[in-house]
């Protein structure tokens, strides 16, 4: 009995070893493949122009990682299950442990283990890394307005995110921007005043009667300005130079509270989305009834959709267990196009259900009918291989 024991054990490290080998690398490649497309479109575009450093790019990668976890896990341990029981089914293996004694569902049981810890890593992922990740990833991105105003500049493009002002800049060095131009503009977009200097640095200030405004020290400037109400340009512009000067523009639009830019719902905690499944999400003030219905429930089903997700790794390896024993295929190729084909199937039904915005027809519930269509199939082709 005790031999026996040890000899189920010595199956149960196999088959997680196999699975686990085989769902590590290929959730590698997915990672790599989803986190290249980023780097190419993003990370590469922003270390190039001056947008970040080179030591921000590195960690901009960093942060794509966890958000990209979620849509790897499923697909990598369904892929890695497809490859070792197609394996082990190819070389009899699976064969002669049922003539063991273990059914389909016992051999399968260290991987399904190991999906089920995997779900429960991808939902932490989803409701606590990847939003926190995501954010800081945008953070580091697009810049902060309110931190450093001279991150917004790419060196090279016309800025117009200032009101009033156009401004450009040959490069950028952490605060400091050299050979910068700057081109305020009337209402209509008449110009009224050029500047250029050797260097310039952009500060957040407070003016006296507490708005934010945009303050900018020059060196070695020139100033160009037209006289008031010349719209014909018939009198000169005044000129003045300076070793150094300093201008303040209103720019409380762009200095706001939080980043410059608008979070989005799915990059939200699991708290935060609490609180939104509360009190609604975007809803404005003194709403109707419904308006805060479809609120409360387009944040409750952002919930749902994370833990759904997660659960996909479960269910899609465990539909992965009869598939891979009744195909019965080792080649890594016929099992990765099978994986493919099962994970668009099971997006494609995410997507449909992910339309259903009526409060009334439940969307919190419809996110998970893609993950009980397939366990339901597993269970079914589970148990018709275990006849057999």
């Known amino acids: ?43 590469s575009s922003a270390v190039a122009s001056g947008r970040v450093s080179g030591w921000e790019g590195l960690e901009l990668i960093a942060l794509l990682i966890p958000g990209v976890l979620p849509y790897a896990l499923p697909l990598g341990l369904l892929t890695g299950v497809l490859l070792a029981f197609g394996r082990m089914g ?19 049981r260290p991987a399904l283990l190991l999906a089920a810890a995997c ?68 209402d209509r977009g008449r110009l009224v005043q050029s500047v250029h200097a050797r260097e310039a640095r952009l500060a957040r200030a407070v003016s006296k009667a507490g708005e934010g405004v945009l303050r900018i020290t020059l060196t070695d400037a020139r100033l160009d300005s037209r006289p008031a109400g010349d719209q014909a340009f ?46 609604g999400w975007e809803v404005p003030a003194g709403a109707d009834a419904a308006t805060l219905e479809r609120g409360r429930m387009v944040a409750k089903t952002q919930l749902m959709a994370h833990l759904a997700s997660a659960f996909s790794v479960f269910s899609l390896a465990f539909l992965a267990v009869p598939l891979a024993v009744r195909v019965g295929r080792s080649e890594t190729f016929v099992n990765a196009a099978l994986a493919l084909a099962i994970a668009l199937s099971y997006y494609l039904l995410s997507s449909m259900a992910s339309y259903v915005k009526d409060p009334a027809l439940r969307p919190d519930l419809l996110v998970w009918l893609p993950n009980l269509t397939v366990l339901a199939l597993g269970w079914f082709l589970l148990r018709r291989a275990s006849r057999h």
Not at 20 to 37: K, P, Y
Not at 90 to 108: C, D, F, N, P, Y
Not at 250 to 272: C, I, M, S, Y
């Open 90 to 108: 190819s070389q009899q293996e699976i064969t002669a442990m049922k003539a063991g004694g273990l059914s389909l569902g016992r051999i399968a």
């Open 234 to 279: 018939l009198q000169p512009s005044s000129f003045a130079t300076a070793t150094t000067s300093t201008l303040e523009f209103p720019a409380a639009g762009v200095f706001k509270d939080g980043d410059n830019f608008q979070r989005k719902l799915r990059w939200l905690t699991t708290q935060e989305l609490l609180d939104a499944t509360e009190k």
């Open 1 to 43: 009995m005790v031999g026996l024991d040890a000899d189920v054990r010595l199956l149960d490290r196999h088959v997680l070893t196999e699975t686990a080998v085989a769902g590590g690398g290929a959730t590698g490649a997915f990672v790599f493949v989803l986190v290249a497309g980023n780097i190419l479109n993003q990370v």
């Open 119 to 186: 779900a429960l890593l991808s939902a932490w992922l989803n409701l606590e890394v990847a939003p926190a990740a995501n954010t800081e990833y945008r953070r580091l991105l697009v810049g902060s307005a309110k931190d450093n105003p001279a991150s917004v500049i790419v060196p090279g493009q016309l800025n117009r995110q200032f009101p009033g002002m156009v401004i450009r800049a040959s490069a950028r060095e952490g605060e400091v921007l050299r050979d910068f131009w700057l081109w305020r503009v009337d």
